[in-house]
């Protein structure tokens, strides 16, 4: 199944959505929440682009500070994956580990450097 980017540019503060082809995916397989990816694996070239999170086909959302790729039900006390509506309350969860695998839906992302051209005009000529 192929991921779903949310591009976000804090510069602009607007968000893209980019849909990858099976190949890209496939490169994005096996990245963990936190690292570098090179634009030019995705068809962006020229940019820097920072893993910030994500979720899976079924809503569950990355935790940074799970291992692995696999679900876990854990006990959260703060987000992703929980919002707290009074202070020092926690929730059992389930959650999805930081590495990226194929049964993730989609990721998101932050431009850490940005290319030569616009985002938007690099996503329009590739959708």
């Keep these: ?27 994005m397989v096996g990245k963990h929440v936190g690292d570098m990816v090179e634009g030019d694996m995705l068809g962006l070239p020229g940019y820097k682009l920072k893993i910030t999170g994500g979720s899976d086909s079924a809503g569950f959302p990355i935790r940074p500070d799970v291992h692995g790729s696999g679900k876990k039900r854990l006990l959260i006390r703060s987000a992703p994956g929980f919002r707290p509506t009074r202070k020092g309350t926690g929730k059992r969860k389930t959650v999805r580990g930081k590495e990226l695998s194929s049964a993730i839906s989609q990721v998101n992302m932050r431009v850490e450097e940005k290319g030569a051209t616009p985002l938007e005009e690099l996503v329009m000529k590739t959708a």
């Design 1 to 27: 199944m192929p991921f779903k980017l949310v591009i976000s540019d804090p510069e602009t503060g607007k968000a893209i959505q980019y849909e990858l082809d099976d190949a890209k995916t496939n490169a």
